[in-house]
């Protein structure tokens, strides 16, 4: 279903309430992954507020969507939209890296109510989505397994092998989000790994590929990707978003130095009153 701009701007203020709530997180442990938790909040709030079938009181209710983050390193955003859909109290959050603290810094699934796979070791996340989705149609099961790659994990040669496994048993419901925000923890990705043109090597291994790069950033073109996902059942499908890593402060947007740097105190003064106005902006609306 098409979001609306009113439902679209909820979503993106509950995004930017992620990242707000994120960076005091990461700021108060001096430790954590803000570059690419940033980027990714509005697909994962997308997906966990809008579109996913869950039951966050049963975890492991047997007909849920699965979401896979192959780029475990995001685990500070997963883990607070988690808790603020209901799966775990939100002041657990606080607990980020604690010892013996079961949100820790790469997601674990025998520890941690909604997270379905263990990862962080960059790359096996299409694998495991892959055996999910086929999960599903060899047990009368209708969910979604949904995977969401960065760039790092499309370096590993296990991600194409995922892929071309996948294009070979073409389950119908195995769909993989794109967080390409372009950077990587040494730099920018064009320089350590070119992937362009990603669509055309998607297509050139037999996927289905959606018809544009869309906004990860806006809400209303999230709801449009779903939309063509939704338009027939072929699989597997890709969609490709363009995001930002740093999303939401200025002097961290686009840059390497964030990926997994620690936001010290001064860092933190300069960036939360930026998060800060970008929340109001979109609650004025």
Not at 56 to 81: F, I, Q
Not at 144 to 168: F, H, N, P
Not at 180 to 209: C, H, T
Request: proline content about 4%; charged content about 25%.
């Amino acid at each position: 279903m098409q979001t609306t701009t009113g439902r679209s701007t909820e979503l993106a203020r509950l995004a930017q309430q992620f990242r707000l709530e994120v960076l005091d997180v990461l700021h108060k442990k001096g430790t954590g992954h803000w570059g690419g938790a940033s980027s990714v909040a509005d697909l994962l709030t997308h997906l966990y507020f809008e579109r996913m079938n869950i039951r966050p009181d049963d975890p492991k209710w047997e007909e849920r969507d699965r979401l896979v983050l192959s780029k475990g390193h995001a685990s500070a955003m997963l883990y607070t939209v988690l808790a603020h859909r209901g799966y775990f109290p939100v002041e657990e959050v606080q607990t980020f890296r604690d010892l013996n603290s079961r949100l820790q810094g790469h997601p674990c699934m025998n520890k941690t109510a909604g997270v379905e796979m263990s990862t962080g070791a960059l790359g096996h996340g299409i694998s495991v989505g892959l055996g999910m989705s086929l999960a599903s149609q060899l047990s009368g099961k209708n969910f979604w397994s949904y995977v969401i790659t960065g760039e790092g994990c499309l370096d590993e040669g296990q991600s194409w092998e995922g892929i071309m496994a996948a294009s070979k048993f073409k389950p119908k419901k195995l769909a993989l989000l794109v967080d390409y925000n372009k950077v990587q923890l040494d730099g920018a990705a064009s320089e350590i790994m070119p992937l362009d043109p990603l669509d055309e090597k998607f297509r050139a291994f037999g996927w289905r590929v959606a018809p544009k790069v869309y906004d990860g950033h806006n809400h209303d073109e999230i709801a449009e990707a779903f939309t063509w996902l939704d338009s027939e059942e072929a699989g597997p499908s890709v969609m490709i978003f363009r995001t930002h890593k740093g999303k939401g402060v200025s002097f961290m947007e686009d840059n390497h130095k964030w990926h997994g740097a620690p936001i010290d105190d001064e860092t933190y003064a300069k960036a939360r009153p930026e998060l800060e106005a970008g929340l109001a902006k979109l609650e004025a609306k």
